[in-house]
């Protein structure tokens, strides 16, 4: 049996640790440590951490503020695990996560390893449907811990975990914002280490709590892929236009009403069409005719945010070129 160090940074979260420590107490196997590591925040958890001395192992430190990257870099640092396991600090952990990775990595012998998120019974109507939106088929094309995903599958940084060999081989994020997991992911696959899926190992994800918020993270997610670009070219997938390509989409729609009312009527007609796959596959799925409801806003705002990032952090890229070019 392998010791487990399960690193979890947080910035101005203490509620939400709170819920995760929770969940951590409940593990059915014990052979782990819990570092929690606060990255400049002013609102702490130091006395959240506190609380669960008695329950669990844990250990708490406070860093100047680096962003999340960095600070599971300095959680590795402290880790005395076999393997370290991150989790973002807005998570829930099944009981039984820990029994199932550490029968996975006996069985498969995993160098590197993630696993999916779903939502929990007890998140609201909204935080369903936008955990609908970012594992649905019909808007990130199931890539998102799907057995079936497209390409080779990258661990990301709400549910992953890393042997203490490769900290050691390829030390840890090299980047700490702006897609740093899949850029971690990637290289510890360019090492030749074993990485893989395991199903079963999920974790529920809250996310974020109105949709304000999730535009914002959906924006950035976008913006994080082109990023990911700047070092790997080879990774941006046709996949990943997507969502850019639906808003194109629907902007052209609005066009196609005033030169083109037959084809409008076509492309409403396919929009349409679209979200009724999404209302009854999501309706389907959560046995609720609200979450279903919602979700169609939450897709389209899913699709919409990362689409507008993708396209204003790709337009960066090119005037960047195109400048160098011309001043050459």
Known sequence: MCLYSIIIPVYNRPAEVDELLATLTAQTL?????????????????????KYTSQ??????????????????????KAKGDYFIVFDSDCLIPANYLEIVDKSIEKEGWDAFGG??????????????????????????GIRGNKKHTGTFHPRSFNMGISKEVF????GFK???????????????????????????????????NLVQFYKQLHFFGRARINISRFYPQELKLVHTFPALFLLGCLAILA??????????????????????????????QKNLWVGFVSMFTSTIQLWAYGVGFISEGAKIVAHRYNLGFSS
């Not at 050691?168 to 030390?171: E, F, L, R, S, V």
């Not at 084809?263 to 999501?282: D, P, R, W």
């Open 256 to 285: 196609f009403y005033f030169i083109c009312p037959p084809l409008f009527k076509v492309a409403v007609g396919l929009l349409a069409a679209f979200y009724t796959l999404i209302f009854v596959h999501s309706t389907v799925l």
């Open 56 to 77: 669990l192992t844990i250990h708490y430190f406070f860093k100047e503020n680096e962003g999340q990257g960095f600070a599971r870099n300095y959680g590795f640092k």
């Open 30 to 50: 014990t052979n782990f440590e819990v570092i929690i590591v606060e990255d400049g925040s002013t609102e702490t958890c130091k006395g959240v951490v506190e």
């Open 168 to 171: 050691a081989k390829t030390k």
């Open 116 to 141: 999916p998120d779903k939502e929990h019974e007890s998140f609201t109507i909204t935080q369903k449907a936008i955990s609908y939106s970012m594992t649905s088929p019909f808007t990130t094309g």
């Open 175 to 209: 980047i700490t914002r702006m897609g740093e997991d899949i850029e971690f992911s990637i290289r510890i696959i360019e090492n030749g280490f074993k990485v893989g899926l395991i199903p079963e190992a999920y974790v529920y994800h809250k996310r974020r709590t």
